[in-house]
């Protein structure tokens, strides 16, 4: 994929995940830190904020196979970053294993990445298991 697909897909998926906040919020999610008199909430971006991460850090790493500084830009945005999107850093960790996947990266480093995501997104959805299923279904994709 070329360099200029890479940032305008970011692009639209920043542009339409502004669109989407307002929804977003109004169905009970929330875009900051938010201070009450007795308690603080964290409220995170929604998934097209996540999906436009995943799509910087994946373009970060691309490029880091030519200039290095690119693997600090790409990890750095990954931890950094992935604080503020909707779902954190276990949905970035499965979209980054399943790139992994693809490119034929080991498979044990592809693999391990994919089982601690997919056990810390277990974490993050309170108990539903009901994402298990995407991995026979990536399996089946890719056999198309």
């Known amino acids: 994929m070329k360099e200029i697909h890479y940032l305008r897909a970011i692009k639209r ?6 669109l989407a906040t ?12 938010i201070l009450t008199e007795d308690k603080a909430s964290w409220k995170v971006l929604n998934i097209m904020f996540t999906l436009a991460l995943l799509v910087w850090c994946l373009y970060s790493l ?5 200039k290095k500084v690119w693997l600090w830009v790409g990890w750095g945005s990954f931890w950094f970053l992935g604080a503020f999107v909707e779902f954190w850093w276990p949905a970035l960790g499965v979209g980054v294993s399943i790139w992994w996947y693809y490119k034929n990266v080991s498979n044990t480093k592809t693999i391990t990445t994919l089982f601690f995501s997919l056990f810390f997104l277990l974490a993050v959805n309170q108990g539903n298991a009901y994402f298990f299923i995407v991995i026979p279904l990536i399996y089946l994709a890719s056999k198309l």
């Open 13 to 18: 998926m920043v542009i339409f995940g502004g």
């Open 22 to 33: 307002p929804a977003f919020v109004f169905l009970g999610g929330g875009v900051a830190l």
């Open 62 to 66: 691309k490029r880091a196979e030519n």
